[in-house]
């Protein structure tokens, strides 16, 4: 069964607080182990994590590490040897946090050898971890032409071992609330098999969840390029196949009226007649609801007038971006704003069984 990262995120979490209820019984408390191709945010999950635990993070690159990195450098005293740890592992008393050891299928075997001790005992020689640290590791698939060794099976039966899966609705929503284009999110749910997909070339650009985050990133920073150049960084990110169909998609959205028009009254509300521009212009009219500038009122209202005019496939799309990205809504105040505008009870009378199975499955 494979795990999308938030379910990943959750596990993490509740092995972290299994292990702070009795750190004495840490042994008991599988260190969890997330596989998964490149680009699809395991690094990223155990981050987030941490960051939502309210606890420190450490990521450890393995694959750039040799064993006396973990081990510590050998020093003599007074006629013995002893070892100097690392200040990269967490060793102060009463710290709490994730400590990731990644790219582990990618290290040597001997470095995987130094990581025994770390994963199973949480020590490394005389020295022992924080009791309030979680080990945890990450690596690629033997199956994704990645750098990979296999495990050793005494090192992977220390894990409880977790296969990672991209999740596009998962990936949309915290890309919305990152501010990625919505060109983006638009058209990945136009062509959601773009999303992720390791049949072109892998050794050039392909599609994964990081590479959208950096196309994203291409957008917003592109100012300065011209349109053919820019599409080249594009293609660069997620390859020529992938590059092409938005490259595309992105001229069909100059077709478009202006969402901040349509949501001022300045231009007629006309549904566009291709499935593409339906996905582009509702995505766009969500993000500029909260952004646009004049009286929200108004804004809300076109905003359901134009719901009113759609499928209830695209109105509940539309309202499901719009009520999960209200930047500064802190009290509330602007959702209820839409549910109480006089639009909604017509909305909801045309679109609320599919609104309600739409917020059931998100």
Known sequence: MKAHPQQLIQIVCHQARLLWADPAQARRVAPVFAH?????????????????LGVGFRDLR?????????????????????????????WQAGTRGILLLDELTSADRSVQAAAYQLVLDRCVGPMRLADGWLVCAAGNRTEDRAISHTLSSALAN??????IEPDLTQWTAWARARGLAHEVLAFLRYRPERFFSMDGALDRGWPSPRSWERV???????????????????????????AVEFAAFREHLRELPDAVDLLLGRTPLRVP?????????CASLAWHLWRAPGPLDERLGNFLRFGLQLGSDF??????????????????QLTTALFAHPLYEDWSRRHGQAWQTSEAVA
Not at 68 to 84: A, C, K
Not at 158 to 163: A, G, I, K, M
């Open 216 to 242: 994203s990133h291409a957008l917003a920073t592109g100012a300065g390029l011209d349109r053919a150049t820019l599409e080249i960084v594009i293609e660069g990110l997620v390859g020529r196949a992938t």
């Open 36 to 52: 998964g191709a490149p680009g699809t945010g395991k690094s990223a999950a155990f981050e987030q994590a941490a960051r939502e």
């Open 315 to 332: 109105a509940t799309m539309a309202m499901l971006d719009a009520t999960r990205d209200v930047p500064g809504d802190t009290d509330g």
């Open 273 to 281: 007649p291709r499935a593409d521009q339906r996905y582009a212009l």
């Open 62 to 90: 393995l694959a750039q590490y040799e064993p006396t990195d973990l081990r510590g450098l050998p020093v003599p005293q007074d006629g013995f040897t002893t070892w100097l740890p690392s200040a990269e592992l967490p």
């Open 158 to 163: 220390r894990f409880c071992h977790v296969e």
